[in-house]
């Protein structure tokens, strides 16, 4: 018989067939009071299982839009819910979690799965839920044993997962798919239309290699089935061409998704995803997840062994959200989700396991960095307080005016010197916003009020170039009598042990006020006697360790912090992302600056553009081409970048002085590589994306970008700053290898905008908000589930994590919660 939980429900299921099957039962949806249901009936002590599949036909009845078909899903609930089957729980259910002090783990370990429990009697309701088997290998295990403890995966298999960053079934579980493919609404060749994103199953009818007269390789194959075929091509290189060509076995069976374009009148798809059918799939009607493989994994295996994984592990993952969070936010509870994002009965399903999972990911970040805030704001400091009227007298000192914003951002920080709590500001802006002689005024403020002054940036090349400037700016300050004559000592690899020497002595003893480095100021060999300001520039390339132990050099104070980041951040997210921050935008240009201007190039056109370059050269500027991003591998990128190399000074520029810049070079020959272009002795720099951040070359007016359509706003705008700092006119050239929507907007958008931070909002409409949780820092981790429609989730995140930290300051109450915070962001917990 019905208790109260499952009554009330009842109520409303049949004021629902009342209203006709409207959905209006409940204000927002029935879907909106499946999480209400939830904790109605674990308080009847419901079996939970159960419970949640009846919370998944509410969800799967909302996202019907048939009525008929409703009328049968809601009869069907109700009997359900009238059913005489017993539902209570176990009174030792084996899924639930032990509290945290009965178990010697730590809180963030997941307890380890019991024997596996006795086989619950059948239940008739053809839409029971899922059964939970226990992995083969190991009845016993927790979720942190290793890969190999799954029945299919052996070493060889762990190693392939290992490059994918999975060594644990927890690793497993969150492992998300990159896509999927609805086989539940499969489409024949001769009903698709232009423009949609659509997955076809067909056979391979012919597939064959074709080569450019620019040396691009296309490989063409006509796929078909019982209506009809279609042609799909894929542009590639003469290394990629014939591995990719054997995939393509004439009869082959395939399944191919992609956006339908259009060629000559005739619809087509332009590389579009593919992968070998599995008829169990297909015939089953399924949503297929799609995962990222690396060489030597199959397709089938990873789903394989995904559905084991799923089929058990979710039900031993403990809730770790606050109930309230769960109830207001109408989340998913996380067993579900952890099914629903590997294979989801419905899309409308998979996108709540999605959203459930993603506010996870900013809960926890938010959590992580308003916790950080508080730490922050009641470190010790030592009051830096100069004399009143320096500052009007160092900006007097100047050669230029500054820009209202560079006023604004040098009052705030001045004003944080002077109190006894640690400054943590970041100084946000463009490339050429004039960052850097903000961050000269405040040094030299600490400076005259007795402390030491420190910059840290991520490579020797720029080290000296802010060595370089900075020593010539201190210098007029002293011609003005703003400061006395200074020593800026430079600390970077490079420098020898006999001059090293003499800049820690320098440091120990108070003689050098001011140096700047590279990480080298964090060796163990440095002591200040009095570091009361960090600079660290390009934040986002060092670790919060490196960060952390440059702060440990001031000793028992703290000194204050100035971050430097000429990554734009939308406005919307900068509160989000940087919340433990103080944050100062630059939102000014310096009056004078020409802007680059800034082509996208046809394949037609690649000659002239290269004859272009020349004329440039024969006038004694210098020019960068930036290498396509290869996502295989740093190794494949170098491989490509020197092949590149080679042909560019073999058919291109035969008679210029070429360099070579990629990843996988030694730290001392990229240096080198970079002094060399910066000195003029080679006249084009050849190189990867590592160029992005760390060179500045006046004489350097072209920057062409090979395979542009593969880079991010963010870093087509970093490459163009690159040019642009001299007297003469620049240029940025974008050449794309192949064509899509997004591409193509991204593309458009640099030519047409220079605002960075213009082109950072473009960015976050185009790609989403969870790219950006990578310029926060190195070692953070990833967004991986966030996307372009989360502002809501970001919003809700920081508003939950305010309030449970007003009522849990420390997260005691909350230690599952606690745990993951703290895992996650572990490199922030033990730095600070």
């Known amino acids: ?81 009238r059913s005489p089957v017993v539902r209570l729980a176990p009174s030792t259910a084996p899924a639930a979690a032990p509290s945290i002090a009965a178990t010697a783990d730590p809180p963030q370990s997941v307890p380890a799965a019991p024997s596996p429990p006795k086989p619950a009697p059948p239940a008739p309701s053809t839409s029971a839920p899922r059964r939970s088997t226990p992995p083969r290998s190991v009845p016993n295990v927790s979720l942190d044993a290793p890969v190999t403890t799954i029945a299919g995966i052996g070493e060889f298999n762990a190693q392939k997962l290992a490059r994918l960053g999975v060594h644990t079934i927890r690793d497993l579980l969150y492992y998300f798919p990159t896509r999927y493919d609805d086989y539940s609404a499969l489409k024949t060749i001769n009903r698709l239309t232009y423009g949609e994103q659509v997955t076809i199953v067909g056979r391979v009818a012919s597939a064959r290699k074709f080569q450019t007269r620019t040396g691009q390789v296309i490989i063409r194959v006509i796929i078909e089935d019982a209506s009809g075929s279609i042609e799909c091509t894929w542009f590639t290189t003469e290394r990629y061409a014939d591995n990719l060509l054997k995939q393509f076995a004439v009869g082959r069976e395939m399944v191919i998704s992609g956006k339908v374009g259009e060629y000559l009148g005739r619809l087509v798809f332009q590389n579009p995803h593919y992968e070998p059918a599995e008829r169990e799939w297909i015939i089953g009607g399924s949503i297929v997840p799609v995962y990222r493989l690396t060489e030597g994994l199959q397709p089938l295996l990873m789903r394989r062994v995904m559905r084991r994984v799923v089929e058990y592990w979710p039900a031993r993952v403990p809730e770790h959200l606050p109930a309230f969070v769960l109830r207001e936010a109408n989340l998913m509870p996380i067993q579900e989700a952890l099914r629903e994002i590997h294979f989801p009965r419905s899309m409308r399903t998979q996108e709540a396991a999605r959203r459930r999972l993603a506010f996870d990911e900013l809960f926890e970040l938010q959590l992580a960095v308003l916790r950080q805030r508080e730490l922050w704001r009641n470190e010790p400091a030592l009051p830096l307080q100069p004399p009143p009227d320096l500052l009007e007298r160092l900006i007097a000192a100047l050669p230029f005016t500054l820009t209202n914003a560079q006023h604004r951002a040098i009052r705030e920080i001045a004003d944080d010197l002077a109190r006894p709590n640690a400054m943590h500001r970041l100084l946000q802006g463009d490339v050429g916003s004039g960052k850097t002689v903000v961050a000269a005024l405040g040094m030299a403020l600490a400076v005259a009020a007795g402390a030491q002054a420190a910059l840290m940036a991520p490579t020797e090349i720029l080290a000296e170039q802010h060595h370089k400037n900075l020593t010539r700016l201190f210098q007029r300050f002293a011609e003005a009598g703003a400061l006395p004559p200074l020593e800026l000592a430079l600390l970077t690899g490079s420098v020898k042990s006999s001059e090293r020497r003499a800049v820690y002595e320098g440091l120990s003893e108070g003689t050098i006020p001011i140096a700047i480095g590279t990480h080298a100021l964090i060796q163990e060999g440095v002591v200040f006697k009095q570091l009361g300001f960090v600079v660290v520039d390009e934040q986002h390339r060092f670790g919060v360790e490196q960060r952390a132990a440059l702060r440990r050099k001031a000793g028992a104070l703290n000194p204050h912090t100035l971050i430097m980041s000429a990554t734009p951040i939308p406005r919307t997210l900068a509160l989000t992302l940087y919340g433990d921050l103080d944050n100062t935008v630059l939102d000014e240009m310096p009056p004078g600056r020409q802007p680059v201007k800034t082509y996208w190039i046809a394949p037609t056109e690649r000659e002239r553009a290269y004859q272009f370059v020349r004329h440039q050269l024969d006038q004694g500027r210098q020019a960068y081409v930036i290498c396509p991003l290869v996502e295989e591998s740093e190794k494949v990128e170098a491989k490509a970048a020197v092949e590149e190399y080679e042909r560019l000074q073999r058919e291109v520029f035969p008679g210029y002085r070429l360099g070579l810049l990629h990843g996988k070079m030694k730290p001392a020959e990229k240096e080198a590589a970079m002094q060399a272009f910066a000195r003029g002795e080679t006249q084009v720099l050849v190189s990867t994306a590592v160029v992005e951040v760390g060179i500045d070359v006046p004489n350097a007016t072209v920057m062409l970008i090979e395979g542009a359509n593969r880079f991010g706003l963010a870093q087509l705008h970093q490459f163009r700053g690159r040019v642009g700092r001299g007297e003469h006119q620049s240029y940025c050239l974008l050449f794309a290898d192949s064509s899509n929507d997004l591409a193509d907007q991204r593309l458009q958008a640099i030519v047409n905008t220079h605002d960075g931070f213009k082109l950072a909002e473009i960015d976050l409409e185009l790609r989403g908000p969870g790219d950006f949780f990578g310029t926060r820092q190195s070692g953070e981790p990833e967004l991986r589930l966030v996307n372009v429609h989360d502002r809501d989730l970001l919003e809700q995140a920081r508003a939950f994590a305010e309030r449970l930290l007003q009522e849990d300051p420390d997260l005691s109450a909350h230690p599952l919660l606690k745990a993951k915070v703290e895992v996650r962001f572990r490199a922030e917990a033990e730095t600070t």
């Open 1 to 81: 018989m019905p208790n109260s939980a499952t009554e009330k429900l009842l109520k409303i299921l049949r004021l629902e067939a009342q209203t006709g099957y409207q959905d209006k039962a409940v204000t927002r949806g029935l879907h909106s009071f499946a999480n209400t249901w939830l904790a109605f009936a674990e308080r009847a002590n419901l079996d939970k299982d159960w419970a949640m599949t009846i919370a998944q036909q509410m969800r799967e009845y909302s996202a019907c839009e048939d009525v008929s078909r409703r009328r049968a899903m809601l009869d069907a609930l109700m009997a359900q819910l």
